[in-house]
């Protein structure tokens, strides 16, 4: 039982640097989310995807890119990585756009810009 | 726009003690109101829901009640164990919002023998 799988789990970068972080989920979701956590402030969404080929902006959106060429993938990239960036990014899906609906997250990814 | 509000932690309890958990919420319409809890070291996992007012949502113990009139999601667990410490969240999701949840800041548990 796979659910989200995030990849790397830590990285550090230096300003200015770029990366890609991965998500990947084996449970045919259509719905796909980026969260970053910071302390005292919860979780804040970055972007989301209600399908392959659909992105959207969430409330703190600046600063990243994401894509969704893959039902099952959705990328995170931050093209010139900022110290404000330092955070722990988590993926979620669910399977539909219901206020119902469970979202599955991944372990988290912890990033530190230098 | 929507808010969730929870009460600050750390919170600490012996084992076998009553846990409350504070939630209230800000949010236009009819949300769906979710408890999540982060286990050291791993992501977020639903603990219990509820999707409309005076439903209960339960799971391992732990319980909440959907309170429109007071706008309220309080968690509440009975006899809480050392395997309980964790960090939970409360947190909505509004119709119309592609299921986007919104997040209180999240209260930390520590349960002590």
């Known amino acids: 039982n796979a659910g989200v799988t995030q990849t790397p789990k830590f990285r550090v970068l230096k300003t200015g640097q770029s990366m890609t972080l991965l998500c990947a989920q084996d449970m045919n979701h259509e719905y796909m989310y980026w969260y970053r956590q910071d302390p005292g402030m919860g979780l804040r969404l970055i972007h989301y995807?209600?399908?392959?080929?659909?992105?959207a902006k969430g409330e703190v959106p600046d600063g990243y890119n994401v894509s969704r060429l893959k039902k099952q993938n959705f990328l995170l990239g931050l093209e010139s990585a900022a110290p404000s960036q330092t955070s722990v990014y988590f993926c979620?899906?669910?399977?539909?756009?219901?206020?119902?609906?469970?979202?599955?997250f991944g372990q988290g990814t912890r990033l530190t810009v230098v | 726009g929507d808010s969730v509000t929870q009460m600050e932690g750390p919170v600490t309890l012996s084992e076998e003690a009553f846990l409350t958990i504070n939630c209230t919420y800000t949010a236009t319409g009819y949300p769906s109101l979710f408890w999540y809890v982060q286990y050291p070291g791993e992501g977020l996992q639903l603990l219990l829901k509820a999707t409309k007012a005076d439903d209960k949502g339960s799971n391992k113990g732990f319980e909440a009640t959907y309170r429109k009139e007071t706008t309220s999601f309080h968690l509440e667990k009975g006899s809480v164990q050392v395997s309980d410490s964790a960090v939970y969240f409360c947190?909505?999701?509004?119709?119309?919002?592609?299921?986007?949840?919104?997040f209180g800041t999240g209260t930390q548990l520590k349960v002590e023998l």
């Open positions: 979620a899906s669910s399977s539909e756009g219901g206020v119902r609906t469970e979202a599955f």
């Open positions: 947190a909505l999701s509004r119709t119309g919002g592609g299921n986007k949840l919104t």
């Open positions: 995807s209600v399908g392959e080929g659909t992105t």
